[in-house]
């Protein structure tokens, strides 16, 4: 898979997801340290706990109201940032977990879907959901900063860089509001913000935020990002100029030194894939 990735695609760094199991690790080892690969980044968690079978980057979340919960999630991502450093990746991108509420996101874009965008309906639904959240979310990410803490400490030791993902869901952590004081909170040059174009365009074809305007807001404050299209309201990864979102626009509120990363389906074919990102690096350079 790595092979593929570097010879086929003609990508020099790679980010290692959430879905690699324990058994993978010798062999990514064992290909890195004959220099064969680079990495950009780990998504918690990774390697995956040996205990879920399945990708699962929110298996345990550092909001859950169990203590159990939130120091499984804390000592399995000790473990992703011990392999980012053994295999010298900058970075490792995190969930940070949900609000305990009814879920909202996927309602809406089901409305959408069927003609209901901002109907009587959907303009309640989306209203009392964000009364429901902004009511409950302090004690959630309270929850979330005690962790965060910790996590910081343990990857500042080891030399590793920690991104706050922007997140699909509205009952999500963080919500757009609560993102910049928190990274004013926690206030270390190890902690920022990594951006997923796919995501926030959903939350913008969504009525939550405009694209643009928060990452004007945030952008200078990423570390990297992934790079995926999105098909009006809510399909996203797809291959990048495929879609909704306006990369020329947005890419330019980005750091020059910004990582990005390609996040796709895995539908999409190697052609696809590779036209798209000749065409970022004609747009924008390597």
């Known amino acids: 898979m790595l092979r593929e990735i570097k010879t086929e695609f003609g ?11 324990l058994s993978l690790v010798p062999g990514i080892q ?26 699962s980057p929110n298996c345990y979340q550092f909001s859950a109201p169990s203590t159990d ?8 991502t000790f473990q992703t940032i011990d392999f980012a450093a053994r295999l010298n990746a900058p970075v490792v991108v995190l969930h940070l977990g949900e609000v305990n509420m009814r879920p909202i996101t996927d309602r809406l874009i089901e409305l959408a879907k069927t003609g209901r965008y901002f109907s009587r309906k959907y303009v309640k639904l989306k209203i009392g959901a964000v009364k429901k959240r902004e009511e409950l979310a302090r004690v959630y990410l309270q929850r979330v900063k005690d962790c965060l803490f910790r996590i ?37 040059e190890q902690v920022g913000y990594w951006h997923d ?41 797809e291959v990048p100029f ?26 999409k074919t190697a052609d696809a894939i590779r036209q798209s990102a000749q065409t970022w690096n004609e747009r924008f350079g390597e």
Request: charged share 25%; net charge negative; aromatic share 10%.
């Open 242 to 267: 495929t879609g909704g979102i306006d990369f020329d626009k947005l890419v330019p509120f980005l750091p020059t030194n910004c990582l990005f990363v390609w996040e796709m389906s895995p539908n």
């Open 30 to 55: 064992k290909m890195f340290d004959a220099g064969e690969v680079r990495f950009s980044s780990l998504h918690n968690f990774c390697p995956l706990p040996v205990e879920v079978m399945v990708a």
């Open 197 to 237: 174009f796919g995501h926030s365009q959903i939350k913008e074809n969504l009525g939550f935020i405009d694209h643009a305007e928060w990452l004007g807001a945030v952008g200078s404050r990423a570390f990297g990002c992934h790079v995926q299209d999105c098909v009006w309201p809510a399909r996203d990864h």
């Open 11 to 21: 990508f020099d760094f790679i980010e290692l997801g959430h879905g690699i199991r």
């Open 152 to 188: 910081i400490d343990y990857a500042e030791s080891k030399d590793v860089k920690i991104g706050l993902e922007s997140r699909r869901g509205y009952e999500e952590i963080p919500s757009e509001r609560e993102l910049p004081s928190l990274l004013d909170e926690l206030n270390l």
């Open 69 to 76: 919960e939130c120091e499984r999630a804390v000592k399995q």
